[in-house]
Structure formats: structure tokens, C-alpha cells
């Protein structure tokens, strides 16, 4: 990482001065659940970054992956019965329009470096500039030399330089103290997230068998006994299909026996008897002969004319039938036989 023109970060923050006569004097926070905690393994100095930080400072360089980034960091110098410590409260980015970036390197501008500490004193009302960040996107949580001449320009032995890896989860932060780049080592950090088992292991209850062959063997398994169900599955779905064909064919051959009953019960009860008058005059109670026999649906109020066809025209159509009928039935005259002599008129 370098800067433009002779002015480094240091620039833009504010001189504190390595006096502990100027520190306040504050217990360190008893709860570090929250803290990050980096101690020096020389006096006894601690970092303790909030672990919002954290999250913000690689929320940001997974934005700006493949690239490098870079931001400032602000919050306390304190000091108790220990000594000095320092409190990393807050961070502020720099903008893509404001660095010159690549996988190895970033360059921010004069301008873009005073962008960054306004929006940070904006964001951070109260909090003293304590530091910088940057990230290595291909590389390990180390300064380089850049990194550490950069570092130099922080005069106050208790400013943070904090660099964030791409590729190291085990110890993605690295913190360096003071203009000396002090090494400080990780205390505590946040356990890494835990990895879900696979799907094939919830579902098996045998702890003894070893996790390789388990999502093998449960494939097997499972493969076998559905491979065991196939021919069952066929036999009920082709059975199925018998039975719906049976009961289909009972429902058709009873509708057709039902309208073969409706439609004699009216042949009978229209039909004119051989022996009767053709030119007599119609009985009147012939309708109701009929309509005795009908369905109750099929008869009106009046209780005649309830068919589409009238009874008189049945009865000539039933006489006609009777009249094919007897010259179908006409006997036919011998024919002759071939030795037969033929009689003299």
C-alpha cells in the first residue's frame, strides 16, 4: 500500500502524544464477549476490537475482492492498573472512486484520504482516529514492507495497523502496534462458523459405522428397498385398472338392461292388438294407458302429450310395422320340380 505525494494517514489524524499523563484512566471492559482481544506479549498492551468492527472491516474487503481496500479506524486510548490499552470501536472504507486498486496493491489519493476521516468523524462523534486498516485478498494476515513503512508514519505507540486476509480463515485479522509494527497475538477470537453434517448423515441412527461408507451405504439401502416395492406398486396400479374396467362394464350392461325394459314397457303398452278396427275411432283412455307406464318425469300437467311423438301416430306406425310383417310372413309358392310333367290346360 502506498500514499500519493508525501503525506501517509498520519497525516490526517489527530497527534496524540505517548504520554500517559494525557490518557484517561478506565478500567478495561470486563465483558469481552464483544472484543476481539490482541495482547503484546512484552508489557501487557492490549487492542480490543469491537467485533462489529470486525464484521464491517470484511464485509468490506469481500466487496472489493479480487481488489485490495483500505479505511481508518477509530476509538479510544485508555489506560488502567495494566497499562495502556486501545479500544476499536468503529471503521470507515474508502469508496472505489477514491483508491487505485488491484489483487497486490492500493493507492488512495490525498483527497480521498480526507473523504474517508469525514465521514468517519461524522460516524464516529466522540472517538479518537486510533488507526488504519487494508486487506490482502491473496495473501496471509502480514504487513508487507510497504505495509510496514506505512505503519512508521503512526507515531503513537498505541495507534492499530489491522491488515484482513483472503485466504487465511484460521487467523484472518493480524494487528500491528505502533510506529515499530509490533506483532500482537490473537487472545480470543470468534469461533469459526460450523460446518452442517451432510444430508445422508441425519438420516441414519448407527454411530458405529465410519462416516465415509455411511451416505454409500444408505444409498444402497435406500436403492434396494425401492428397487423391492416396484413390482408391488405395478401389481396394484394394473389391478386398479381391472377393477375400474369391471365395475364400468356392470354399470353399462345395467343401463343398457334398464333402457331395454323403459323402451318394451312402452312398446307394449302403444301397441294396437291384431284383431282391432283400423277405422275405428281412438279410445280416450289410451293416453292414460300410456302415461300409467311413462316415468312420472315425463308426464305434464294436463297428463297427455307428454311424449315428443303422439300416441296416434305410434299406432300408425305400429300398424305399418303389423302390415310388413304379414307380407313377410306370405307363404311363397312351390316351385316346380325339374321331373314334373306339365298338365295340359
Given at each position: 500500500?502506498?500514499?500519493?505525494?508525501?503525506?501517509?494517514?498520519?497525516?490526517?489524524?489527530?497527534?496524540?502524544?505517548?504520554?500517559?499523563?494525557?490518557?484517561?484512566?478506565?478500567?478495561?471492559?470486563?465483558?469481552?464477549?464483544?472484543?476481539?482481544?490482541?495482547?503484546?506479549?512484552?508489557?501487557?498492551?492490549?487492542?480490543?476490537?469491537?467485533?462489529?468492527?470486525?464484521?464491517?472491516?470484511?464485509?468490506?474487503?469481500?466487496?472489493?475482492?479480487?481488489?485490495?481496500?483500505?479505511?481508518?479506524?477509530?476509538?479510544?486510548?485508555?489506560?488502567d492498573e495494566r497499562g495502556p490499552y486501545t479500544l476499536v470501536l468503529k471503521s470507515e472504507g474508502a469508496r472505489s472512486n477514491e483508491i487505485e486498486a488491484s489483487p497486490s496493491h492500493v493507492r488512495i489519493s490525498a483527497n480521498?484520504?480526507?473523504?474517508?476521516?469525514?465521514?468517519?468523524?461524522?460516524?464516529?462523534?466522540?472517538?479518537?482516529?486510533?488507526?488504519?486498516?487494508?486487506s490482502h485478498p491473496k495473501f496471509s494476515a502480514r504487513f508487507s514492507s510497504e505495509d510496514l513503512i506505512e505503519q512508521s508514519t503512526w507515531r503513537d505507540p498505541n495507534h492499530i495497523g489491522i491488515v484482513i486476509s483472503g485466504?487465511?480463515?484460521?487467523?484472518?485479522?493480524?494487528?500491528?502496534?505502533?510506529?515499530?509494527?509490533?506483532?500482537?497475538?490473537?487472545?480470543?477470537?470468534?469461533?469459526?462458523?460450523?460446518?452442517?453434517?451432510?444430508?445422508?448423515?441425519?438420516?441414519?441412527?448407527?454411530?458405529?459405522?465410519?462416516?465415509?461408507?455411511?451416505?454409500?451405504?444408505?444409498?444402497?439401502?435406500?436403492?434396494?428397498?425401492?428397487?423391492?416395492?416396484?413390482?408391488?406398486?405395478?401389481?396394484?396400479?394394473?389391478?386398479?385398472?381391472?377393477?375400474?374396467?369391471?365395475?364400468?362394464?356392470?354399470?353399462?350392461?345395467?343401463?343398457?338392461?334398464?333402457?331395454?325394459?323403459?323402451?318394451?314397457?312402452?312398446?307394449?303398452?302403444?301397441?294396437?292388438?291384431?284383431?282391432?278396427?283400423?277405422?275405428?275411432?281412438?279410445?280416450?283412455?289410451?293416453?292414460?294407458?300410456?302415461?300409467?307406464?311413462?316415468?312420472?318425469?315425463?308426464?305434464?300437467?294436463?297428463?297427455?302429450?307428454?311424449?315428443?311423438?303422439?300416441?296416434?301416430?305410434?299406432?300408425?306406425?305400429?300398424?305399418?310395422?303389423?302390415?310388413?310383417?304379414?307380407?313377410?310372413?306370405?307363404?311363397?309358392?312351390?316351385?316346380?320340380?325339374?321331373?314334373?310333367?306339365?298338365?295340359?290346360?
Open positions: 500500500m502506498t500514499m500519493e505525494g508525501a503525506q501517509s494517514m498520519e497525516y490526517f489524524q489527530p497527534r496524540t502524544k505517548p504520554n500517559f499523563s494525557t490518557v484517561p484512566f478506565v478500567s478495561r471492559p470486563a465483558n469481552r464477549q464483544t472484543f476481539l482481544v490482541f495482547a503484546s506479549e512484552q508489557n501487557g498492551f492490549e487492542a480490543l476490537v469491537h467485533v462489529d468492527v470486525g464484521i464491517a472491516i470484511s464485509e468490506k474487503a469481500e466487496k472489493a475482492f479480487p481488489n485490495e481496500t483500505i479505511g481508518l479506524l477509530a476509538g479510544r486510548i485508555l489506560r480521498g484520504q480526507a473523504q474517508v476521516r469525514s465521514r468517519l468523524e461524522t460516524s464516529a462523534y466522540g472517538l479518537d482516529i486510533i488507526g488504519w486498516y487494508h485466504i487465511d480463515h484460521a487467523t484472518p485479522l493480524g494487528l500491528y502496534r505502533g510506529p515499530q509494527a509490533m506483532f500482537l497475538t490473537p487472545t480470543s477470537l470468534p469461533p469459526p462458523p460450523p460446518t452442517p453434517p451432510p444430508a445422508a448423515l441425519t438420516t441414519t441412527s448407527a454411530p458405529s459405522r465410519s462416516t465415509k461408507s455411511l451416505p454409500l451405504e444408505v444409498w444402497r439401502t435406500t436403492r434396494k428397498v425401492s428397487v423391492s416395492f416396484l413390482p408391488a406398486a405395478l401389481f396394484l396400479v394394473v389391478l386398479g385398472m381391472l377393477f375400474a374396467v369391471v365395475r364400468i362394464n356392470e354399470k353399462i350392461v345395467r343401463l343398457e338392461s334398464a333402457l331395454y325394459t323403459v323402451a318394451s314397457e312402452l312398446h307394449v303398452s302403444t301397441a294396437t292388438p291384431a284383431t282391432a278396427n283400423p277405422a275405428a275411432p281412438p279410445d280416450p283412455n289410451q293416453n292414460q294407458v300410456i302415461n300409467a307406464v311413462r316415468p312420472p318425469d315425463l308426464v305434464n300437467k294436463q297428463g297427455t302429450k307428454a311424449l315428443m311423438v303422439p300416441s296416434s301416430k305410434i299406432r300408425q306406425l305400429d300398424s305399418k310395422a303389423n302390415k310388413r310383417g304379414a307380407v313377410a310372413r306370405k307363404p311363397k309358392p312351390p316351385s316346380p320340380r325339374p321331373d314334373a310333367t306339365p298338365s295340359n290346360p
